[in-house]
Every structure is written in structure tokens, then in C-alpha cells.
């Protein structure tokens, strides 16, 4: 009997598992994960803390009952330790019973994930030093946040928001602190700014947000009472969130000599196969092509780990699929301020080479006079060269990812921004304007690279 052996249990590992028993349904699957839950949606542990759901097991997509009954063995807080592929073997500690052995397999996917990226702070392991990735951490912030009047968070990315609206939203006080000088730093510097605003419009007297400066101590003897930042603020809270962003979880396939790519992620192909023949790697441990500018570039996220997980489950049994790469599309929330991207910002199109030119509209999503038409901002970016879209970015409390989205399907081959002007897209008064706010940007876009050209 073929075995498919799986390391690791979340968004990669179980689609593969999944897909390789409705294509395979002789084969032995088992999924070896070191973590206490599988099969959970760690996107929507933000929301959990939040309030919106208080049972967890609302998050979790598959029960370990529930693939069992499918034939999928899932061994729970099995840390796999080291890859033989020349025995084509691989050695786990089963860390309940304090137990070492080996495991052969015919196929076996790295599923492995990412885990917090840490800054060298003074205190780390004070007790209430939280960080959020697994079902563990999300049910003890949450018991947390609930004792809580005071919070810092340290990181301004997009688990940082999500927590600060999770936070805000129970009604604490929050201090997020981001080293660089915006908020948001996925997005162009201008956007970036206006989400700051915006964020501190609605909810100023609860938030404070400092950028341009790091923490570099927490304070406190067993428990953390309070930051101390390289400027020299100081402050108490109940608890810190440390979200300064992920790494990829490598080090055991470095150790089994499979090859990274230049962003220190696995390097796969379009097949998933890894340089070391029947490995295959998935998810936020792989590095991934942008399709844009065919470029190398890591950007962990669960949208593309599915779809990778299912691309290595097609070709380990036997099938041929591909998977061509990503736009980094993604979407988050403050509250009713929706922040969506896709393709490459303006920033990211210089540091490439293009020659990058942007515009910026702001407009209601919907006709005016409809009662919930809110504004919007979009920002395209094209190349001056070729005219090809390049990305965009929108915020707003209005419809913005659904513009988004629609730019990100354009963004599949090179499109000019004048032929993007052509979609046909919907109108009716309740959805968008008659000329829909993306096609006004698209059309300003084209005369403001026309003018350029003159
Ligand atoms: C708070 C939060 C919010 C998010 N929100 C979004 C969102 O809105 N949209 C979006 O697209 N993405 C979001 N993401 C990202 C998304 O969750 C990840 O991209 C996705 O979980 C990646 O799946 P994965 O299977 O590759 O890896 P992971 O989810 O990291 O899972 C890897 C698993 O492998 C296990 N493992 C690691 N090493 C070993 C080993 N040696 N032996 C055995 N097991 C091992 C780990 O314990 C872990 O369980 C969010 C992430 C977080 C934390």
C-alpha cells in the first residue's frame, strides 16, 4: 500500500490529505503535526477573540473523528525531528509519551508552515507575552483580553490590526507600536497614512499608535507589567502581543538537504516538488512566484496554502497539475474600514525596476444618493514602458474588495491598463456608480501615462 506521509496539520497539509484520498482511496495517509489542533482556521482566531463566536471548536474545519473516518490517521503533538531520504524514512517524537521512531514513506509533503518572527527584546518570556499562530495562543489571549483593561501591541502588520479591532472592540485600551514609520507597510507610504487616520478618527480615545520606534524591554518580574522603547517611553499594560511578523519553518528540510530560494523559503516548482525526489512542499513554508514580475517572494498566507496543498496532492498521485504563482492578494479589516491589495505596489514596482506610475481615486461605492453609498480610495499602478497593470490597493469603508478582486483576475497575464479599461463590469445604483470607481482610476491612469509619454 503507496504511503502518504504529511508534516504538518493546518491549511497545506489537511487539503492534501483531503485531495489525496479522493484521488488515491487505497493509499495510507497520515498527517504528523506538532501542535494541539488540526484542520483550524487561524485566520479567524483574531475574530474568536474578538467576541463574534466564544466556542473554538467553531474554527476548526475537521475534526481528527472526521478524517479518521475517511482513514486519514492524524497523530496530534508529533514533532517530526529529521528527514532520511535516502531511507526514504522520517523520525518523530511523539512528545506525550516522550517516544522516538521512524516512519517510512513513498511520498511525503513539508506542510510545515511559519512561526512568529521574534525582535531581540529584553523580557521575552514574561508571563502575559503573548504571540498569536496556533489555537493554543488565540484561546489563552482571548482568556486574557477578558481579565484585561490595558494591552500593547508591538507590530503593525495585519494580525496587529486585526487585534487591535479585536481589543478595541472589548473594550481595552491598546498602544501598538511599529518600528518603521507607518502602519500597514505592505501597502504605499499614502495609503499607509490614511488607514492610520482613519483608525485613529474612529477610535483615538482608545488607541495610540507610535511609529518609528522599537520595544526593547518589557517589564515586570514574572509577569509583564509594562514596555520600555529604544526613545525611552515607558508604559504599563495587563498584557503585550508580539506581531512582528513570520518565518518560514525550514530548518528541517535544510537539514534533509532540500534547496531554499533567495527568500530563505523552500524553493519548489510549479509541480511542488522539491529538489530531493518525492518531497513535496506546500504552504506558508515554501516561497512563491509573483506573477507579476515572475519574481521570487515570500507571502505567507491561507488562500495560496490551499491551493498549493491540493496542486502537490494532484501530482503525488499521479496527476499533473501546476501551480503558477501569486499576486499577494489579501484582504483585512479595521471595523467597517476594509484594506485590500493585489499585485505590486508602487514601492515594490521601483525596487523591481519598473518605471511605475500610480493614480488615486476617491469615490462612493455605490450611487450617492443610495443610503449606504460609502467612500472608497483605490490606487492602480502601471508600468510607463508596456502600459500593463501592475497592482492595486483599496481602502474604505465601501466595497473595496470586490475592485480589488476584479484587478487581481486581470493581473493573471499582462494586461494593459487600456484594455482593463474595457471591462465590462456590473452597474445597478445599490452596487456601484455608473462608471465604477476602479474604471475612473483605470481611465486617469491612462491619461496621466498618456501625458507622461507627450
Ligand atoms: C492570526 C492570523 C490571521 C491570519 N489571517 C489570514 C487571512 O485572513 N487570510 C489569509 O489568507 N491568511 C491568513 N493567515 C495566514 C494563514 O493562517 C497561513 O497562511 C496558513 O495557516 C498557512 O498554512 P500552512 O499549512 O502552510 O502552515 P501553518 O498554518 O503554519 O501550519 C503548519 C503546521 O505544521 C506544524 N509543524 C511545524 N513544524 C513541524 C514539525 N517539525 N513536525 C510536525 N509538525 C510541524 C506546526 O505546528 C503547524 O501546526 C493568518 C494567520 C494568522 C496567525
Same mark, same amino acid.
Given at each position: 500500500?503507496?504511503?502518504?506521509?504529511?508534516?504538518?496539520?493546518?491549511?497545506?497539509?489537511?487539503?492534501?490529505?483531503?485531495?489525496?484520498?479522493?484521488?488515491?482511496?487505497?493509499?495510507?495517509?497520515?498527517?504528523?503535526?506538532?501542535?494541539?489542533?488540526?484542520?483550524?482556521?487561524?485566520?479567524?482566531?483574531?475574530?474568536?477573540?474578538?467576541?463574534?463566536?466564544?466556542?473554538?471548536g467553531m474554527l476548526i474545519a475537521r475534526t481528527v473523528e472526521e478524517f479518521e473516518a475517511e482513514n486519514i490517521h492524524i497523530h496530534l503533538l508529533n514533532?517530526?525531528?529529521?528527514?532520511?531520504?535516502?531511507?526514504?524514512?522520517?523520525?518523530?517524537?511523539?512528545?506525550?509519551?516522550?517516544? @522516538?521512531?521512524?516512519?517510512?514513506?513513498? =511520498?511525503? +509533503? !513539508?506542510?510545515? /508552515?511559519?512561526?512568529?518572527a521574534i525582535p531581540p527584546i529584553k523580557n521575552i518570556n514574561l508571563k502575559n507575552v503573548f504571540t498569536l499562530r496556533n489555537m493554543e495562543d488565540?484561546?489563552?489571549?482571548? @482568556?486574557?483580553?477578558?481579565?484585561?483593561? =490595558?494591552? +500593547? !501591541?508591538?507590530? /503593525?502588520?495585519?494580525?496587529?490590526?486585526?487585534?487591535?479591532?479585536?481589543?478595541?472592540k472589548q473594550g481595552l485600551e491598546v498602544k501598538l507600536i511599529e518600528f518603521a514609520p507607518r502602519i500597514m507597510g505592505i501597502f504605499d507610504d499614502d495609503i499607509s497614512d490614511i488607514i492610520k487616520s482613519h483608525i485613529l478618527e474612529y477610535n483615538g480615545d482608545k488607541v495610540e499608535i507610535i511609529n518609528s520606534d522599537s520595544v526593547v524591554e518589557f517589564l515586570g518580574g514574572d509577569s509583564f507589567t509594562g514596555v520600555k522603547t529604544k526613545n525611552g517611553?515607558?508604559?504599563?499594560a495587563d498584557f503585550v502581543i508580539v506581531a512582528t511578523g513570520v518565518?518560514?519553518?525550514v530548518e528541517l528540510a535544510v537539514d534533509a538537504g532540500i534547496e531554499l530560494g533567495p527568500t530563505g523559503a523552500i524553493k519548489v516548482n510549479n509541480k511542488m516538488q522539491t529538489n530531493i525526489a518525492d518531497i513535496y512542499a506546500a504552504g506558508d513554508c515554501i516561497e512563491k512566484i509573483m506573477m507579476v514580475s515572475k519574481t521570487p517572494?515570500?507571502?505567507?498566507?491561507?488562500?495560496?496554502?490551499?491551493?498549493?496543498g491540493r496542486c502537490a496532492a494532484i501530482n503525488l498521485c499521479g496527476g499533473d497539475d501546476k501551480f503558477e504563482g501569486i499576486l499577494g492578494s489579501a484582504v483585512t479589516r479595521y471595523f467597517g474600514f476594509t484594506m485590500s491589495i493585489t499585485?505590486?505596489?508602487?514601492?515594490?514596482?521601483?525596487?523591481?525596476?519598473?518605471?511605475?506610475?500610480?493614480v488615486i481615486v476617491t469615490k462612493f461605492d455605490k450611487v450617492g444618493y443610495m443610503p449606504n453609498a460609502k467612500n472608497i480610495t483605490i490606487?492602480?499602478?502601471?508600468?510607463?514602458?508596456?502600459?500593463?497593470?501592475?497592482?492595486?490597493?483599496?481602502?474604505?469603508?465601501?466595497?473595496?474588495?470586490?475592485?480589488?478582486?476584479?484587478?487581481?483576475?486581470?493581473?493573471?497575464?499582462?494586461?494593459?491598463?487600456?484594455?482593463?479599461?474595457?471591462?465590462?463590469i456590473t452597474y445597478a445604483p445599490p452596487y456601484s456608480p455608473s462608471i465604477d470607481p476602479l474604471l475612473t482610476a483605470a481611465e486617469n491612469l491612462i491619461k496621466k501615462l498618456n501625458e507622461i509619454v507627450l
Amino acid at each position: 500500500m503507496e504511503k502518504i506521509v504529511i508534516i504538518g496539520g493546518v491549511a497545506s497539509g489537511t487539503k492534501v490529505a483531503a485531495k489525496s484520498r479522493r484521488l488515491k482511496p487505497d493509499a495510507q495517509i497520515d498527517i504528523y503535526t506538532d501542535d494541539t489542533h488540526v484542520s483550524y482556521s487561524a485566520c479567524g482566531l483574531p475574530f474568536f477573540i474578538e467576541g463574534n463566536f466564544d466556542d473554538e471548536g467553531m474554527l476548526i474545519a475537521r475534526t481528527v473523528e472526521e478524517f479518521e473516518a475517511e482513514n486519514i490517521h492524524i497523530h496530534l503533538l508529533n514533532r517530526v525531528t529529521k528527514i532520511l531520504p535516502e531511507k526514504k524514512q522520517i523520525l518523530v517524537l511523539d512528545r506525550e509519551k516522550n517516544q @522516538e521512531f521512524s516512519v517510512d514513506y513513498d =511520498k511525503l +509533503v !513539508i506542510a510545515t /508552515g511559519a512561526r512568529p518572527a521574534i525582535p531581540p527584546i529584553k523580557n521575552i518570556n514574561l508571563k502575559n507575552v503573548f504571540t498569536l499562530r496556533n489555537m493554543e495562543d488565540g484561546i489563552a489571549i482571548k @482568556e486574557m483580553v477578558l481579565q484585561s483593561k =490595558k494591552a +500593547v !501591541i508591538v507590530g /503593525g502588520g495585519y494580525i496587529g490590526i486585526e487585534l487591535l479591532e479585536a481589543f478595541v472592540k472589548q473594550g481595552l485600551e491598546v498602544k501598538l507600536i511599529e518600528f518603521a514609520p507607518r502602519i500597514m507597510g505592505i501597502f504605499d507610504d499614502d495609503i499607509s497614512d490614511i488607514i492610520k487616520s482613519h483608525i485613529l478618527e474612529y477610535n483615538g480615545d482608545k488607541v495610540e499608535i507610535i511609529n518609528s520606534d522599537s520595544v526593547v524591554e518589557f517589564l515586570g518580574g514574572d509577569s509583564f507589567t509594562g514596555v520600555k522603547t529604544k526613545n525611552g517611553l515607558e508604559f504599563d499594560a495587563d498584557f503585550v502581543i508580539v506581531a512582528t511578523g513570520v518565518k518560514p519553518n525550514v530548518e528541517l528540510a535544510v537539514d534533509a538537504g532540500i534547496e531554499l530560494g533567495p527568500t530563505g523559503a523552500i524553493k519548489v516548482n510549479n509541480k511542488m516538488q522539491t529538489n530531493i525526489a518525492d518531497i513535496y512542499a506546500a504552504g506558508d513554508c515554501i516561497e512563491k512566484i509573483m506573477m507579476v514580475s515572475k519574481t521570487p517572494v515570500w507571502v505567507p498566507l491561507g488562500s495560496t496554502a490551499i491551493k498549493e496543498g491540493r496542486c502537490a496532492a494532484i501530482n503525488l498521485c499521479g496527476g499533473d497539475d501546476k501551480f503558477e504563482g501569486i499576486l499577494g492578494s489579501a484582504v483585512t479589516r479595521y471595523f467597517g474600514f476594509t484594506m485590500s491589495i493585489t499585485g505590486l505596489t508602487e514601492k515594490q514596482a521601483l525596487k523591481l525596476g519598473y518605471e511605475p506610475v500610480s493614480v488615486i481615486v476617491t469615490k462612493f461605492d455605490k450611487v450617492g444618493y443610495m443610503p449606504n453609498a460609502k467612500n472608497i480610495t483605490i490606487k492602480l499602478v502601471a508600468d510607463r514602458k508596456t502600459r500593463n497593470l501592475l497592482g492595486a490597493q483599496g481602502i474604505g469603508c465601501g466595497d473595496v474588495d470586490k475592485r480589488v478582486n476584479t484587478v487581481a483576475t486581470g493581473l493573471i497575464q499582462p494586461m494593459t491598463v487600456d484594455d482593463f479599461f474595457s471591462s465590462d463590469i456590473t452597474y445597478a445604483p445599490p452596487y456601484s456608480p455608473s462608471i465604477d470607481p476602479l474604471l475612473t482610476a483605470a481611465e486617469n491612469l491612462i491619461k496621466k501615462l498618456n501625458e507622461i509619454v507627450l
